[in-house]
């Protein structure tokens, strides 16, 4: 348990983030904390590099909505002065602590009090010994100092541990984790770190994480992103929906990526609901079509979505014609039924539309648009036609 929340054993996979207000400033890092724990953060960790940090622990963790990590780098004494503030976990680097006698007395006291610790082994802060030992840095060289450091908590009783072993090298970084997997069964934090600002650091990041979750591997992320943390723990839990390890909670939001069929600008209309169902916590998959000749259909597992027609949108539930408004008023309009939705479901929702007419009118759109723009939306045909004609001159 890291405070409240189960880590390991069969727990949901939690979602991890990092504060980077200055941990002295109470106020700051507790308005981060909020929202960070608003968008899918799960646990937090908050730097404990001096003693203002410490002190500023002890008024944060009494007002925190969720359990707090206090990250030590280089002074072990930071460590107990974190427990003394009433931290949930602790996370010892230790590429950077690394005389036994300190290991064992913040494992000592972390036993005593019965406060988890996640040894955090860094591919950019790896002890120079184990360096030199594995000529450079290696999945071998980052599993051994995560077990080095098991062998000192081990000898003091401790097990409450957890550990990672974060590379910025995707392949790096999921050949150490597998390595890790195979060598002990205890919880994993996974990671990519300093993955960089999205949206590369996104695909980075997605990449190392997912390919060990899909494997079984892993019970806590992070999103190491150059970004806003919100943005972190967006990404985290967005990440665990999507790979149906969480429950969803968010939209789940659908789009077509758009073509010569598209009657409206769909980039603009998918961002537009994306930012209007941001904040909202509605678990729906929700559709955003270009066109109403393949929209429905190819949305037609969704539980709400739009199409664009003849500059009108056709509202659809459950692949059902429920309603046809006005262009401009699209994104408003799936606001509003997703809301009803999600508090009556989609039966309630199909039976109190008139779907006899929006059908009719949907079908009249189609027509039209197959009428206008024929089976070659894009135009191919006249293409092929312009390239013989040059290609003959
Ligand atoms: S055919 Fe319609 S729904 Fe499919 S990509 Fe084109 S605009 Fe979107």
């Not at 203002?52 to 944060?60: D, P, S, T």
């Not at 949305?299 to 692949?319: P, Q, T, W, Y």
């Amino acid at each position: 348990m890291v405070g409240k929340v189960p880590v390991g054993g069969g727990a949901p996979i939690s979602v991890q983030s990092m504060t980077t207000t200055k941990t002295a400033d109470v106020e700051g890092t507790l308005q981060q904390i909020y929202a960070l724990a608003a968008a899918g953060c799960d646990i937090v960790r908050c730097t404990c590099n001096e003693i203002e940090a410490a002190e500023g622990l002890a008024q944060i963790v009494p007002r925190s909505p969720i359990p707090i990590i206090a990250d030590i780098h280089h002074q072990y004494k930071m460590a107990l002065a974190a427990m003394e503030a009433g931290v949930h976990g602790l996370r010892l680097n230790p590429g950077n602590i690394r005389k036994p006698e300190h290991i064992k007395a913040v494992a000592s006291e972390a036993r005593d009090r019965n406060i988890p610790i996640r040894i955090g082994v860094n591919g950019g802060s790896l002890d120079p010994s184990l360096y030199e030992k594995y000529g450079g840095l290696t999945a071998a060289a980052m599993v051994e100092s995560a077990l080095q450091e098991i062998a000192y908590f081990q000898e003091v009783d401790f097990n409450l541990i957890k550990i990672s072993v974060k590379a910025s090298n995707v392949p790096l970084m999921v050949e150490a984790y597998r390595m890790l997997a195979d060598a002990t069964d205890i919880p994993l934090h996974l990671g990519v770190t300093e993955a960089g600002p999205p949206p590369a650091g996104l695909v980075k990041a997605t990449a190392g994480i997912s390919t060990l979750l899909l494997e079984g591997i892993g019970d806590t992320i992070r999103y190491s992103l150059t970004a806003d943390p919100v943005e972190e723990a967006r990404a985290g839990r967005q990440l665990l929906e999507a790979l149906g390890l969480r429950e969803r909670k968010n939209v789940d939001l659908i789009a077509c990526p758009s073509c010569g069929r598209a009657e409206i600008d769909v980039i603009d209309v998918a961002n537009r609901a994306m930012k209007a169902f941001e904040d909202k916590k509605l678990p729906l998959q929700i559709a955003v079509m270009g066109c109403v000749v393949n929209g429905p259909g190819e949305a037609r597992e969704a539980d709400l979505g739009i199409a664009a027609g003849n500059k009108r949108g056709h509202l659809f539930v459950k692949g059902r014609n429920v309603a046809v408004i006005p262009e401009n008023e699209m994104v408003e309009a799936l606001v509003e039924w997703a809301e009803f939705i999600n508090e009556h479901g989609t039966d309630a929702a199909i039976e109190r539309a008139d779907t006899k007419l929006a059908e009719r009118e949907a079908a009249r759109d189609r027509a039209q648009l197959m009428d206008e723009k024929g089976d070659d939306a894009n135009h191919s045909a006249e293409k092929i036609v312009e390239i013989r004609k040059t290609a003959g001159n």
